[in-house]
């Protein structure tokens, strides 16, 4: 069975948190990452089993390149495959 991975992030603008939200699809992520205000962000994909990567960002690209590395199939196929023992 597939896993499906969930992505948080997290914008802040002059120290305040201005979203803070979860998605399990990546378009819905860099639409909301386009509609607010931010200067930094953080994100957090999580695969399952405990496993996950995150990363701090300033600029929009950044964002996307990184959701785009964090989501790459070989990456979640990796995980896909683990198992708890």
Known sequence: MKKRISTTIKLYK???TVLDTTFMINAR???SAQRASWENGYIKVRYGH????????????EL?????VFT??????????KEIK
């Open 64 to 68: 996307k390149t990184l959701l785009s």
């Open 72 to 81: 790459e199939k070989v990456l979640i196929d990796h995980f896909d495959k």
């Open 14 to 16: 002059k120290g305040k």
């Open 29 to 31: 992520v860099i639409a």
């Open 50 to 61: 405990g496993y996950y990567n995150q990363a701090d960002f300033t600029t929009l690209d």
